[in-house]
């Protein structure tokens, strides 16, 4: 069974820094590409980031381009992704989520429950 | 970046009835569209993917149609287990991926 769990979410001040993590299993992780989604309280849903797994290229939206940084540790099969200079704004919950083949560009297969990050003074 | 609309953004349905989706793309996407369902404090699951595939364990009452900038997702039998937001994704342009806005169904 694929089983994807977010942690590291919380509170954090405008322009600090949180990591979140995306523990998987039930899956060959090494073998497919894997992306962080977010949901603002109330809103709808925003691709964020995305690794693959041919080449380990990564791509990101342009809210957080810049800021954001995402990486996976195969021999860990764990996603993170690595936030900095946070902003009112980046208040959502994060989900991990799978994609279907190696490379970036699919749709997800499959999402963790999510951790919620919350910028707040 | 490619944008997306749904419609109907709300839909009150009882059990039993057929309900049809809709979403639009700004800009053609093939059949790079999949459609997720999103209940109260869950994940999106996802339901169908290339317009018109079914996930795996997604009941046969779901399916999807279309390509270009229409797409349709149709429940054929509304249960009362398939509320929540429907929301669709196009994968073809990207960065970024995007969603739509999301339609809530809500069961009479």
């Known amino acids: 069974e694929v089983q994807l769990v977010e942690s590291g979410g919380g509170l954090v001040q405008p322009g600090g820094s949180l990591r979140l993590s995306c523990a998987a299993s039930?899956?060959?992780?090494?073998?497919?590409?894997m992306n962080w989604v977010r949901q603002a309280p109330g809103k709808g849903l925003e691709w964020v980031s995305g690794v693959s797994a041919s080449d380990g290229s990564t791509y990101y939206a342009d809210s957080v381009k810049g800021r954001f940084t995402i990486s996976r540790d195969n021999s860990k099969n764990t996603l993170y992704l690595q936030m900095n200079s946070l902003r009112a704004e980046d208040t959502a919950v994060y989900y991990c989520?799978?994609?279907?083949?190696?490379?970036?560009?699919?749709?997800?297969?499959?999402w963790g429950q999510g951790t919620l990050v919350t910028v707040s003074s | 970046e490619i944008v997306m609309t749904q419609s109907p953004a709300t839909l009150s349905a009882s059990p039993g009835e057929r309900a049809i989706l809709s979403c639009r793309t700004s800009h053609s996407v093939a059949t790079n569209l999949a459609w997720y369902l999103q209940k109260p404090g869950q994940a999106p699951r996802l339901l169908i993917y290339?317009?018109?595939t079914r996930a795996t364990g997604i009941p046969a009452r779901f399916s999807g149609s279309g390509s270009g900038t229409e797409f349709f997702l149709t429940i054929s039998s509304l249960q009362s287990e398939d509320f929540g937001i429907y929301c669709c994704?196009?994968?073809?342009?990207?960065?970024?991926?995007?969603f739509g806005p999301g339609t809530k169904v809500d069961i009479k």
């Open positions: 290339g317009s018109s």
């Open positions: 989520a799978k994609g279907p083949r190696s490379v970036i560009g699919y749709y997800f297969d499959y």
């Open positions: 039930g899956f060959t992780f090494r073998n497919y590409a």
């Open positions: 994704q196009q994968y073809n342009n990207w960065p970024p991926i995007t």
